[in-house]
Antibody, heavy 120, light 107 residues
């Protein structure tokens, strides 16, 4: 059974750096075609794709947030980490990690999400 | 970026109704269109990928059709557990983008 779970702070202050961890199980991230994505949803707005990392460490970022995002993986720990710098109240959102495969090009398993509030 | 729109933004339907939700892309995306269901407090769940392929475990009352710029998600006979928000998403090119969602209410 594939599971993913996000962890990190529920509250960050403006200008701080947010670090979120996605811990997964039920599949090997070393398998060709595996990808882990980060997606967020600001309350009342559409889902927004943020970043992706592939089994071979290839990475892709949202153009609008590229300068603030870093995605990395620790395959031995079954974890993917997303950092977002210079947090602002408009970044208040539920952040999800989701698995994608190059076979379906769809997010076939999602974490439960973590609500991050940016406030002083 | 490819913009995705959905219609209607919300609809009311009864158990047993046939429901159709449309999604339009701002440019041709072939069949690279996925559909998700989201219930309150839960993560989205993949229903349909690559336009019309039913994800494993999803009931066959859900179906997807379309190609190019216009797509439809159809629920053949609405069940109580289908009241949720439905999102389309294109996987043709990065950044992957989502539609704004269609909320399905109980009539």
């Amino acid at each position: 059974q594939v599971t993913l779970k996000e962890s990190g702070p529920a509250l960050v202050k403006p200008t701080q750096t947010l670090t979120l961890t996605c811990t997964f199980s039920g599949f090997s991230f070393s398998t060709s075609g595996m990808r882990i994505n980060w997606i967020r949803q600001v309350p009342g707005k559409a889902l927004e794709w943020l970043a992706r990392i592939d089994w071979d460490d290839d990475k892709s970022y949202s153009k609008s947030l590229k300068t603030r995002l870093t995605i990395s993986k620790d395959t031995s720990k079954n974890q993917v980490v997303l950092t977002m710098t210079n947090m602002d109240p408009v970044d208040t959102a539920t952040y999800f990690c989701a698995r994608e495969t190059t076979v379906t090009l769809a997010f076939d398993s999602w974490g439960q999400g973590i609500l991050v509030t940016v406030s002083s | 970026d490819i913009q995705m729109t959905q219609s209607p933004s919300s609809l009311s339907a009864s158990i047993g109704d046939r429901v159709a939700i449309t999604c339009r892309a701002s440019q041709s995306i072939g069949n690279y269109l996925n559909w998700y269901q989201r219930k309150p407090g839960k993560a989205p769940e993949l229903l349909i990928y690559y336009g019309s392929h039913l994800q494993t475990g999803v009931p066959p009352r859900f179906s997807g059709s379309g190609s190019g710029t216009d797509f439809t998600l159809t629920i053949s006979r609405l069940q109580a557990e289908d009241f949720a928000i439905y999102y389309c998403q294109q996987s043709h090119s990065y950044p992957f983008t989502f539609g704004p969602g269609t909320q399905v209410h109980i009539k």
